[in-house]
């Protein structure tokens, strides 16, 4: 089974900062997807950005941005520029080709003014 | 477009009832995943589906049952609800493939006493 790891249950950035939420997951497939979600305090999930596990190029979102290191299994979002909108719990979610996703239980981001 | 739409947005049973929260989609997924989230924590699996009449598990799929008649509609059926199955259900629909985005429902915030 697939587990998905976020080490870091609460975050917290100044402004116009930079912040790095950490992932890591375990599975055995070689072909599966990447991806971080935000959920604001409306509960609306909304996906921020995506990997493509067989790209060895990291994917890149205006400010966001994630190191991706297949052989560590290891996925992290890069926040540049931190706004006060980015205030949110992050998930961190692996998906197989079956369609079946696996979530990480969140990091929650505060944004200091 | 309305998106995925869930129903309803609140609602309160006592141990033992039987209900059915409804989701729908209008952008012709063939994916649609139901899950739960408990407080501080990220989203479960409950059942998934890969097109119409075909569901399968997730990973909390017990005291739960759904159907995929049409490919718009997945509603999820709690049999006989306990405590326990207190959470915030979300519904989410993607097209087939690993990099399909999942669209999700605003969310059912479901109590049982």
């Known amino acids: 089974a697939q587990t998905v790891t976020q080490s870091q249950p609460e975050m917290s950035v100044q402004e116009a900062e930079t912040v790095t939420l950490s992932c890591t997951y375990d599975?055995?497939?070689?072909?599966?997807?990447l991806f971080w979600y935000k959920q604001p305090p409306s509960r609306q999930m909304i996906l921020v950005i995506r990997?493509?596990?067989?790209?060895?190029q990291n994917a890149t979102e205006n400010r966001f941005s994630v190191n991706f290191q297949k052989a560590a299994k290891s996925f992290s979002l890069k926040i540049s520029d931190s706004q006060l909108g980015d205030a949110a719990m992050y998930f961190c979610a692996y998906r197989t080709n079956a369609g079946k996703s696996t979530f990480g239980d969140g990091t929650t981001l505060t944004v200091k003014p | 477009n309305a998106g995925v739409t869930q129903t309803p947005k609140f609602q309160v049973l006592k141990t033992g009832q039987s209900m059915t929260l409804q989701c729908a989609q209008d952008?012709?997924?063939?994916?649609m995943s139901w899950y739960r989230q408990d407080p501080g924590m990220g989203l479960r699996l409950i059942h998934y589906?890969?097109?119409?009449?075909?569901?399968d598990q997730g990973e909390v799929p017990n005291g739960y049952n759904v159907s995929r008649s049409t490919t718009e509609d997945f509603p999820l059926r709690l049999l006989s609800a306990a405590p326990s199955q207190t959470s915030v259900y979300f519904c989410?629909?993607?097209?087939?493939?690993?990099?399909?985005?999942?669209?999700f429902g605003p969310g059912t915030r479901l109590t049982v006493l």
């Open positions: 990997q493509e596990a067989y790209k060895q």
């Open positions: 989410a629909s993607s097209r087939p493939g690993l990099g399909g985005e999942q669209f």
């Open positions: 589906s890969v097109g119409a009449g075909i569901t």
């Open positions: 599975t055995s497939e070689s072909d599966y997807y």
């Open positions: 952008m012709n997924h063939e994916y």
